[in-house]
């Protein structure tokens, strides 16, 4: 643990046209009767916000189209318990209605803007401010970028501020629903998702990316493993050999990043799931700590992979090798190992073939998924792959790149 502590201390922060941040993760336990379960995780980063800069905590989110923040205006408890911005202290802010014209100063008619999440909801208004992911500006960037927005920001945005930095669009909230944003540390988010997922192409973060419009997530399986968001590019040295899987991005998905699934097999033994003639997509998504499949499938997934343990074994699903799940993407087979989908603690059941005894047994980690408007069978790649695969989003040439991550010992000899 220590070593690696000090291994990722070393590691670059500035590759040549990459940024990089850094991600902390944040565990809640997840409870049934008094008993921990599983977590609820997030992966946050730090963003700077405005001039002089406003820091927050934020998550890069994949399966969403729009950048919000709690706003000072915002007096719910849910906002109250964290960082909130406020317009006034900024010198870069432009007020913006719903439609992108200016806001008046007498217009109390602003446009306020609504945004669901899948656990949430926010309320807010629009705002185009500059945004610098991971580190804050030098004070002479800093010069630079408030002539530029104080004479009306004529030119393109990128001559004008530093690649990390981008001028986006904004949803300030002055109201947050409690679930997720009372429960984590994190103040706001940050959709990456594609234009389809944003009220206007405009607000697309992606699509400001100076460099190109790609960006790439490791998750660590804990805090000091490494997880971080890179942005303009990806680091072909945090995968083994360099080398990543690409898959072309299924073209009906609204903006979400997604895939076509063609095979899913358990172990080897193909499940049908993904036959017949409605296709099986996955959306691949950094802001969901669960790896979700089709609702109308979830009871022959938890059966397929199922697995007794030992009446006496060591009580934690995560030391069982249980089967694998691997989803045929046509020329690559993703695949994970029982311990990135297993609940750690083990369930009682009764061993059908011993009537009284009750063993333990294994038991997959999986979030039912319903979303009609893309299709009958959709699958969400959430954290169990991302913490399996560093994965690359490349909104340029519409494909998702899976890499076997490199161990961290690999990136600091390289
Ligand atoms: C909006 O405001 C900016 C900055 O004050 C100004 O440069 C721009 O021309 C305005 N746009 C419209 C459509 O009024
Ligand atoms: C994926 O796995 C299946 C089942 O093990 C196998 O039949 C298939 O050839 C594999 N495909 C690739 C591209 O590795
Ligand atoms: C999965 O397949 C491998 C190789 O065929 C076998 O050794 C292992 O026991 C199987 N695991 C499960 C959980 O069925
Ligand atoms: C039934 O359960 C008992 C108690 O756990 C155990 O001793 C016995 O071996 C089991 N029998 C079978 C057939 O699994």
């Known amino acids: 643990m220590a070593l690696k502590a000090w291994i990722s201390l070393v590691l670059p922060v500035f590759c040549t046209g990459l940024f990089v941040v850094p991600l ?27 001039l002089p800069p406003q820091k927050f905590a934020v998550v890069f989110d994949s399966g969403s189209g729009h950048i919000c923040l709690p706003s000072a205006g915002c007096q719910a408890e849910s906002c109250m318990k964290h960082r909130r ?6 010198a870069t802010i432009l007020k913006l209605n719903h439609d992108g014209s200016n806001v008046t100063d007498d217009s109390d008619e602003r446009d306020r803007v609504s945004v669901s999440y899948s656990t949430g909801e926010i309320l807010g208004d629009f705002a185009k401010e500059i945004i610098c992911l991971g580190a804050s500006m030098s004070d002479s960037a800093a010069r630079d970028v408030l002539s530029w927005t104080s004479a009306g920001r004529k030119g393109p945005a990128a001559g004008a501020l530093p690649e990390h930095c981008i001028d986006a669009r904004v949803i300030f909230a002055d109201e947050m629903t409690s679930e997720p944003f009372s429960s984590f540390d994190f103040d706001g988010v940050m959709g990456l998702g594609l234009s389809d997922l944003a009220l206007h192409p405009d607000f697309n973060a992606v699509s400001l990316f100076s460099q190109s419009p790609i960006f ?36 009906s998905c609204s903006g979400y990043w997604c895939v076509r699934i063609h095979h899913v097999y ?8 993904c036959e017949g003639p409605d296709p099986c997509f996955a ?10 499949v089709p609702r109308a499938a979830l009871a022959d997934f938890l059966a397929a992979t199922t697995w007794r343990l030992a009446p006496d074994s ?16 046509g020329s690559f087979n993703l695949s994970l190992e029982s311990e990135s989908y297993f609940r750690p603690l083990p369930m009682r059941s009764k061993a059908p073939s ?13 979030l039912p998924v319903e979303m009609p408007l893309l299709g009958k069978k959709v699958f969400i790649f959430g954290e169990p792959v991302l913490t399996r695969y560093y994965t690359v989003f490349d909104a340029g040439q519409r494909q998702i790149g899976f890499g ?7 990136v600091l000899f390289l």
């Open 216 to 251: 790439a997530v490791f998750l660590g399986q804990s805090d000091g493993d490494g997880s971080e968001l890179a942005v303009g590019g990806f680091d072909s040295r945090r995968v083994q050999d360099g080398v990543l899987h690409w898959v072309e991005l299924a073209s």
């Open 354 to 366: 011993n009537g009284s005894a009750v063993m333990p047994i294994c038991r997959a980690s999986l």
């Open 404 to 410: 076997v991550p490199a161990s961290q010992v690999e």
């Open 314 to 329: 060591a009580q934690d699903c995560r030391l069982a090798h249980g089967p694998d799940l691997t989803f045929n993407l």
């Open 266 to 273: 358990v172990n080897g033994t193909s499940l049908d799931v």
């Open 24 to 50: 902390s993760k944040q565990q809640i336990p997840v409870k049934v009767r008094g008993q921990i379960v599983s977590h609820k995780s997030a992966y946050s980063g730090t963003v700077y916000v405005g």
């Open 283 to 292: 959306i691949v998504d950094t802001g969901t700590s669960m790896l979700g």
């Open 85 to 90: 911005y406020r317009a006034a202290a900024s």
